[in-house]
């Protein structure tokens, strides 16, 4: 029998990459708490605000019929959720620098509604806020995470897509595709036959990519969660570069002081912003 969840070792697809990336980065985005809080913490850029409010309004298109989908300006959404985000909340160093990263989010959505493609279409939506499957009941290891739209074909089969707000593409050893991939199959009934990438900043066309193997993602995926849940049992979260690692950095700073604490999400973490941050962290943080 497995573990109760809430003992369980919870990956996805962020987590997977954050240990992969560098194990301290990992425990101090995922374990780690303010001690005088209890909170956990996270670094809030430009980037992340801009990517979070394009998605939320995807998001809001995928719950609604295919009829109301289009209803109400999609921009009037964008703009309204953005004050979630607007000036220093969102790790804006400037309005000029604020303008540049809403106009981009503004260009994606004028995007979608020139050429909305799937997004017209019949789709699944997955009932729980966050779908998950126990990966192994044994190792007591449970795979989560949220998929941006799953499209229902005319085969009964659903197709993943996958939204990109960034402008660079997925790399071609990436994880999340066979993260998806099992979460599709494990958390709803219809078969996966497709999945793509839309990169919204780049193209009016989504991308087709291969199915992975279902058989070879759950086991590429279990190996790397029984490493995270042995580094857990042992407390062990080395980085390779201590002094110069961009991925652990950022939240070392916010320890250390080094950052403006700008709120608290809907998660109830703790959002910081790091001080003197220039244009190319801007653009290149990885969180």
Known sequence: ??????????????????????????????????????????????????????????????????????????????????????????????????????????????????????????????????????????????????IDWLEYLSDDSVHIIDFKTSKSREKDDSLQLPIYHLLATNCQKHPVSKASYWYLQLSDELEEKKLPDIKKAHEQILKIAKDISLAKKLNRFKCGDVDNCRYCRPFKRIIEGDAEFIGVDNMRRELYVLKELDSREEESIIL
């Open 1 to 146: 029998m497995p573990d109760d969840k809430y003992t369980a070792t919870w990956v996805s697809h962020s987590s997977i990459s954050d240990f992969l990336k560098c194990p301290q980065s990992y425990y101090l985005k995922n374990i780690y708490k303010n001690p005088k809080t209890n909170r956990k913490i996270q670094v809030m850029a430009p980037s992340l605000a801009l990517g979070q409010i394009v998605h939320e309004v995807v998001e809001s298109l995928s719950v609604l019929s295919q009829k109301e989908r289009f209803k109400d300006s999609i921009l009037d959404k964008f703009q309204k959720k953005w004050e979630k985000v607007t000036g220093i909340k969102g790790g804006f160093i400037s309005p000029e620098a604020e303008s540049v990263f809403k106009q981009r989010g503004e260009e994606m959505l004028r995007r979608i509604l020139k050429n909305p493609g799937p997004l017209e279409n019949l789709a699944v939506k997955i009932k729980e806020e966050l779908p998950y499957y126990w990966l192994s009941p044994e190792d007591s290891i449970i795979l989560c995470g949220k």
